[in-house]
């Protein structure tokens, strides 16, 4: 069957295990779809680098794991793991790899929480002087810029072999956790609906398949919000209806 690659966003990971307990990124996600029978990748790269190393971590990862086999994989690629994904198709020489990539609340257009961050954490209060006396690398702050990901679209083309979908998401605030109330605002004031972090309109690229109901977490299963009425629930059956449409068109 296809190779599934999930790869994660920024400040991810694979997984922690600790004995018999197992806390993954993608929460159970990973394990419904490897029981279809799929060989399964989740994705460890740096998680606050730049796009551009990110990528090449992505592409030592699958080059590694799949050397002896020319099977094509399916990626689905959450928040800022969708432009580590594009870039390495694009500029990786992994196009003939990839049979299609699915971005979830990916921000291909940056987000407006990115930017109030680097101009008043950044700026303002010497985030950035900081960081760098520490050698923290945390170039994704510049690299998710709307005005970063502009030019990133600019030169960042979509290779015509591989299918591109993505996935937006977005709730009212009284259904986002808590810390996320801030990051909510800027967004809405700035592009309207958002999930927390990446608004609808930034998450929309490709073949658009659809909008859920979920904050940035709730979208790979991290659901921190008690959900009275119409609770949207666990959303892996949501991956596992993307790769059954994958599949009958011809992709997985």
Same mark, same amino acid.
């Given at each position: 069957m296809?190779?599934?690659i999930l790869?994660h966003g ?6 922690f295990?600790?004995g ?5 990124y ?7 779809i490897e029981?279809r ?14 796009i551009?190393?990110?990528a ?6 699958i080059?590694k794991?799949l050397? $002896?086999?020319?099977?094509?994989v399916i990626?689905f690629?959450h928040?800022m793991g ?9 500029r990786?020489d992994m196009?003939h790899?990839?049979a299609?990539l ?7 257009r ?17 985030g950035?002087?900081l960081s760098r006396l520490? @050698?923290?690398?945390? @170039?994704a702050?510049q690299?998710?810029?709307?005005e970063?990901?502009a030019?990133f $679209?600019e030169?960042?083309?979509d290779?015509p072999?591989v299918?591109y979908?993505?996935?937006?998401a977005?709730r ?9 109330l801030?990051a ?13 972090v990446?608004?609808v309109q930034?998450?929309r690229?490709a073949?658009? &398949?659809?909008t859920?109901?979920?904050?940035h &977490?709730?979208?790979? $299963?991290?659901? &921190?919000v008690?959900?009275?009425? $119409? ?7 949501r991956y &596992? ?5 994958? @599949?009958?068109a011809?992709l997985c």
């Amino acid at each position: 069957m296809t190779p599934i690659i999930l790869h994660h966003g920024l400040f991810g990971f694979d997984e922690f295990r600790i004995g018999r307990f197992r806390y993954s990124y993608f929460n159970g996600i990973d394990r419904a779809i490897e029981a279809r029978g799929h060989p399964m990748i989740v994705s460890r790269v740096h998680p606050t680098t730049s796009i551009e190393m990110r990528a090449i971590e992505l592409k030592h990862t699958i080059d590694k794991r799949l050397e $002896n086999s020319g099977d094509k994989v399916i990626i689905f690629a959450h928040s800022m793991g969708g432009l580590d994904a594009r870039y390495m198709i694009s500029r990786l020489d992994m196009a003939h790899r990839v049979a299609a990539l699915v971005t979830i609340s990916t921000p291909h257009r940056g987000s407006p929480y990115a930017d109030w961050c680097l101009k008043n954490l950044g700026n303002r209060l010497g985030g950035l002087k900081l960081s760098r006396l520490l @050698q923290l690398d945390i @170039q994704a702050l510049q690299d998710l810029t709307t005005e970063s990901c502009a030019r990133f $679209n600019e030169t960042i083309r979509d290779a015509p072999e591989v299918r591109y979908f993505s996935i937006s998401a977005a709730r009212h605030w009284h259904l986002i956790p808590p810390w996320m109330l801030h990051a909510h605002k800027i967004v809405y004031d700035a592009e309207g609906e958002n999930d927390g972090v990446v608004s609808v309109q930034s998450a929309r690229w490709a073949d658009h &398949l659809a909008t859920w109901p979920t904050d940035h &977490l709730h979208a790979i $299963n991290r659901r &921190l919000v008690i959900e009275i009425r $119409n609770p949207t629930g666990d959303v892996t059956s949501r991956y &596992l209806d993307i790769i059954d449409m994958l @599949q009958k068109a011809g992709l997985c």
